[in-house]
């Protein structure tokens, strides 16, 4: 996080003072970092040079900001989009159709008929029911849908159970043992390109030794159906590479997972396709946010923050840890709790945790908060949404406002019946 560091005493995205932003802004507000963006985004695409061929689509549901996609998109990547509304963000930070894929379980015909006129590239199909469907709907117009069929490997990923996705009671992809069918099936039927295969085991994944399993595995299914008489050019390997959250967290790195797919799909005769989202965006933002008071508590005080679980779900969610940092630490610490002001108990950033000491009207930031962070925000207790700001050395521009919750309220109606 060097885009993230303290000077004069003061904690700086890049060259600008984080009081800056709050003070024009207000809080609590994302502040993400362009530098850190494109240095991720060149790590991943360098930790995967040695392969003679390589497509990249950003995860677009970890960090969907339209800016955001407009770095990616000038670094080259393309996306993969879960939803018709993700689709349409990507084209407008200017990625081509062709370069975007669409995952997921419950793409709806009204989708997949949106996508495949927009000239999608791939669509990702998870069940024999999908892939028919979209094959109907695409030659109905004349049109081929070019596709992979997304397989559930049956590896646990080691990763919390709520992103876990490749084990065989998750919903997604076909089973392994049924693949090699299905695919005969779908490949047989016009309107569909089918031209391989897909998998994606879990998030915040911080040990490699599934996701090399599970691409032995994919790469056993492959040679089958090569054996079979199938063309498979294209193999999509997912996201999921894990991010360090708190100090002293030891993953594995970009480098890591390059060379252990080099060396597990290499020899593979395809392009290779990649899904990252958290590795990309997750050191690049911080959620910036004020001490609204310090309560007393029974064994620790709580720090009362302006940010919630609204703004920041994840440790709500999925128990995770941000680590929280003074704006201007005074280098004293202090055990404490802290906490968002919804009521709710699950409202909770940290709990004992010895934190930097702060007072009310402090600033602090959440670090690691710019994957699925703003996306997953909500008006939760009728608060605003959050905005976000994206900084570029010594500039910074507003890249999505704060909604009022007055906006909320004025899309809602009384019926006449009630009076
Ligand atoms: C969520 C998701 C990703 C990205 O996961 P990260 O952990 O953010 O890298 C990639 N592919 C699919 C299909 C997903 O659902």
């Given at each position: 996080m ?28 994302y502040?993400y970092s362009?530098?850190t963006l494109?240095r991720h985004a060149?790590v991943f695409?360098?930790a ?8 990249l689509a950003f995860a677009v549901k970890s960090n969907p900001n339209?800016?955001v996609l407009?770095?990616l998109?000038?670094?080259?990547y393309?996306a993969d989009?879960v ?20 995952s ?53 990923a080691g990763t919390h159970?709520k992103i876990s996705t ?34 994606h085991i879990g998030s915040q994944i911080a040990d490699l030794?599934?996701s ?25 390997l997912g996201g999921g590479l894990g991010v360090p959250y708190r100090?002293?967290d030891?993953l594995p790195t970009p480098?890591?997972y ?16 990649f899904e990252p989202g958290r590795v990309i965006t997750g050191n690049a933002g911080v959620l ?24 920041l779900a994840r440790p709500?969610m999925y128990?995770a840890w941000h ?43 959440f670090r690691t908060a710019g994957a699925y962070g703003a996306t997953m ?43």
């Amino acid at each position: 996080m060097d885009d993230f560091a303290i000077r004069g005493g003061v904690l700086h995205v890049e060259d600008v003072p984080l009081p800056a932003i709050a003070e024009a802004v207000g809080t609590p507000v994302y502040v993400y970092s362009c530098r850190t963006l494109a240095r991720h985004a060149r790590v991943f695409r360098n930790a995967l040079a040695a392969l003679p061929s390589v497509h990249l689509a950003f995860a677009v549901k970890s960090n969907p900001n339209l800016a955001v996609l407009k770095v990616l998109q000038r670094e080259g990547y393309g996306a993969d989009v879960v939803s018709i509304g993700e689709m349409r963000r990507a084209l407008a930070a200017g990625m081509p159709a062709a370069d975007i894929v669409f995952s997921g379980v419950g793409k709806t015909a009204a989708e997949m008929v949106e996508a495949l006129e927009a000239g999608l590239g791939q669509f990702n199909v998870e069940s024999e029911e999908e892939g028919a469907e979209l094959a109907a709907l695409a030659a109905a117009r004349g049109l081929i849908a070019t596709a992979t069929l997304r397989v559930n490997p049956d590896v646990d990923a080691g990763t919390h159970a709520k992103i876990s996705t490749g084990k065989a009671d998750n919903k997604f992809g076909v089973p392994y043992d049924r693949a090699a069918a299905i695919y005969t099936r779908l490949v047989a039927l016009p309107g569909l390109g089918l031209r391989g295969l897909a998998l994606h085991i879990g998030s915040q994944i911080a040990d490699l030794g599934p996701s090399e399993r599970a691409f032995t595995r994919m790469g056993a299914l492959m040679q089958d159906l090569r054996s079979a008489g199938h063309v498979i050019t294209h193999m999509d390997l997912g996201g999921g590479l894990g991010v360090p959250y708190r100090a002293g967290d030891d993953l594995p790195t970009p480098a890591d997972y390059g060379a252990m797919v080099a060396r597990v799909c290499g020899g593979w005769d395809v392009t290779l396709m990649f899904e990252p989202g958290r590795v990309i965006t997750g050191n690049a933002g911080v959620l910036l946010t004020e001490v609204i008071r310090v309560k007393e508590g029974v064994n620790a005080p709580f720090v009362v923050v302006d940010a919630a679980m609204n703004d920041l779900a994840r440790p709500a969610m999925y128990d995770a840890w941000h680590d929280f940092a003074a704006v201007r630490p005074s280098g004293e610490t202090m055990l404490a709790h802290v906490v968002g002001p919804i009521c709710e108990s699950s409202d909770t950033f940290a709990m004992n945790r010895t934190i930097d000491r702060v007072v009310a009207g402090d600033l602090a930031v959440f670090r690691t908060a710019g994957a699925y962070g703003a996306t997953m925000a909500s008006t939760y207790n009728s608060r605003p949404l959050v905005p976000e700001v994206l900084v570029d050395a010594d500039r910074w521009a507003i890249v999505a406002d704060r909604i009022d919750p007055a906006a909320i309220l004025a899309a809602e109606r009384v019926p006449a019946w009630l009076g």
